[in-house]
C-alpha cells in the first residue's frame, strides 16, 4: 500500500473562508457598501504589495506595525516589498500618483480587502485578516469627524451589533504634541524601571506607544502619566469639542478616552474605537483618525484626511445570520434523449437567473430523488423518454409533494414567480 503523502497546511494565523460562510461575508459587504455609498463614498481598489518605504514613512517608523509586524521580503529584482498591514499609506499614494487631488473636494474612498501583520495569532488576531476602510481627503471640518462616526455607528446598528461603544480623544497636532511628549517622557523616565523592555525602548522613541502596550503593570503604571487632552492647543481643543458637540447633535453615546492614542503614528487632533465587550481581549471592532499631515509628509499638497477601518472577521463575530433558503431545480434525467433535453433546459432555465443542478450521473429516478432532498431543492424537474416526446415535464414542488406537468415555458414562469 502507498503511503499517504504529506498535506500542506495553512500559514499560521490565515483562515479559509469556506462557502458555508461566505455568504455572511458578502451581506456585511454588500450592506456595507450600500451605506458607505448613500455617504458618498466610492470604492478604490490598490496592490496588495507596495514599497516597504511607504509604511515606514506612513504607518511610522515607532509604530509596532513596521517594527515587529510587517511581511517585508525582497522581489526578484532586489527591491523590499511589504504586503500592506493597513490601507491608509496606500490611498494616500493612490492619490498622490494619479493626482486624484484635482478633483472636488472632499473625496470619500472606500476599501475592501486583506491585511497582513505579523502578530501573534489568537482569537480575533490573525496574521491575514480584512479590513473595510473609508477614508476623506480635503476637509478641515469637524462635522465630517462626527459623520464618519455616525456612519460607522449606523453600520453596526444596521448591522444589528449590540453592546458597542464608541471611544474618543484628540491626540492634537504636531505643535500641541511637543511639549506634552517632553513631559511624558520626563513622567515615563521616572518610572523606567517598573516598565516593560519595550516601553522603555519607547521612551526614547515614541512615548506615546506607550499607551498601546498590553503588558498589565505597564497599563497601570501609564494611567498615572499626563494626558494629551491636557495640552492641546487652542485650535485642536476647539475642534475637539466641537468635534463631540456634533456627536451629541446625532445623539450619538460616547466616552472620552484621553489614553486612545491608537498604535499608528500619523494621528492628529481626532481619533476614534468603537469596541465590544463580546470581543474578549480584542475588543476593537474598528477604529480610526485624522491623519492631517500625511498628504504633505508623501510630498503631495498639503491635504488633511480623516478615516477608519473595520476588522471583518471581529465584526463578522458579532453579526447575526441565517442562510436564505435554498431555492434550486434539481433536474432529474431518465435516459440518454432525455439527459440532452435536460442540459438544453437547465442553460435556458440559467438564463432566466434560475438556480439548476443537473445530475450526470446514471443513477435510478428514486436514488435520484433521494439526491435531490438531501442537497435540499426546492424543487425537481423530472425529463424522461416520454416526457421528451411529449414536451411536457413533471414539476415537483419539495416543501408541498405537489406534482403537476408543465411546458419547458410553463416551468419558466412557474420557476420565476416563485423565485
Ligand atoms: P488598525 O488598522 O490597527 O487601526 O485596526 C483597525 C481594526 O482592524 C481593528 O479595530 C480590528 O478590528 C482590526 N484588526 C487589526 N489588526 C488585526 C488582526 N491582526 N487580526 C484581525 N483583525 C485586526
Not at 30 to 54: D, H, K, M, N, Q
Not at 75 to 89: A, F
Not at 95 to 110: A, K, M, W
Request: aromatic fraction near 10%.
Amino acid at each position: 500500500m502507498s503511503k499517504r503523502k504529506k498535506q500542506i497546511a495553512a500559514i499560521k494565523g490565515t483562515n479559509d473562508i469556506l462557502p458555508q460562510e461566505v455568504g455572511k461575508w458578502q451581506k456585511v459587504e454588500a450592506v456595507a457598501a450600500g451605506i458607505f455609498r448613500v455617504y458618498g463614498y466610492r470604492e478604490i481598489r490598490s496592490p496588495v504589495f507596495e514599497a516597504t518605504e511607504l509604511f515606514e514613512k506612513g504607518t511610522g517608523q515607532t509604530s509596532d506595525i513596521v517594527i515587529k509586524e510587517m511581511y517585508t521580503f525582497k522581489d526578484k529584482g532586489g527591491r523590499s516589498l511589504t504586503l500592506r498591514p493597513e490601507y491608509t499609506p496606500s490611498v494616500v499614494r493612490a492619490i498622490i500618483e494619479n493626482r486624484l487631488y484635482l478633483q472636488s473636494q472632499p473625496l470619500r474612498f472606500y476599501f475592501i480587502g486583506p491585511m497582513f501583520r505579523y502578530d501573534k495569532p489568537q482569537k480575533g488576531r490573525y496574521r491575514q485578516f480584512h479590513q473595510m476602510d473609508i477614508e476623506v481627503f480635503g476637509e478641515e471640518d469637524p462635522a465630517v469627524d462626527a459623520e464618519i462616526v455616525e456612519m460607522a455607528d449606523y453600520l453596526l446598528e444596521r448591522l444589528k451589533v449590540s453592546g458597542r461603544k464608541i471611544l474618543v480623544n484628540s491626540v492634537g497636532c504636531r505643535g500641541c504634541r511637543t511639549d506634552y511628549l517632553k513631559e511624558l517622557r520626563e513622567k515615563a523616565e521616572s518610572a523606567h524601571r517598573e516598565l516593560c523592555e519595550d516601553c522603555q525602548r519607547k521612551i526614547g522613541t515614541n512615548p506615546l506607544r506607550i499607551f498601546d502596550c498590553k503588558v498589565e503593570k505597564c497599563r497601570e503604571i501609564s494611567t498615572g502619566f499626563p494626558s494629551i487632552t491636557d495640552y492641546l492647543c487652542t485650535e485642536c481643543r476647539d475642534h475637539f469639542r466641537k468635534f463631540c458637540g456634533y456627536l451629541d447633535l446625532y445623539n450619538i453615546a460616547y466616552k472620552t478616552e484621553p489614553r486612545l492614542v491608537r498604535g499608528i503614528d500619523y494621528y492628529t487632533k481626532t481619533t476614534f474605537e468603537i469596541i465590544s465587550s463580546k470581543l474578549g481581549a480584542q475588543d476593537a471592532i474598528l477604529g480610526g483618525g485624522r491623519y492631517d499631515d500625511m498628504m504633505k509628509d508623501f510630498g503631495g499638497p498639503d491635504i488633511c484626511g480623516i478615516g477608519f477601518a473595520v476588522g471583518m472577521e471581529r465584526l463578522l463575530s458579532l453579526v447575526p445570520f441565517s442562510e436564505p433558503e435554498k431555492n434550486f431545480v434539481y433536474i432529474v434525467c431518465m435516459g440518454e434523449e432525455a439527459r440532452t433535453m435536460g442540459m438544453e433546459l437547465a442553460r435556458d432555465l440559467r438564463r432566466e437567473r434560475i438556480e439548476c443542478l443537473l445530475e450526470y450521473k446514471k443513477r435510478s429516478l428514486k436514488n435520484q430523488m433521494s439526491r435531490a432532498d438531501k442537497l435540499g431543492a426546492a424543487w425537481v424537474l423530472i425529463v424522461g423518454e416520454d416526457e421528451v416526446k411529449k414536451g411536457k415535464y413533471q414539476l415537483k414542488q419539495m416543501a408541498t409533494g405537489q406534482q403537476k406537468e408543465f411546458t419547458a415555458e410553463e416551468i419558466r414562469s412557474v420557476l420565476k414567480e416563485s423565485s
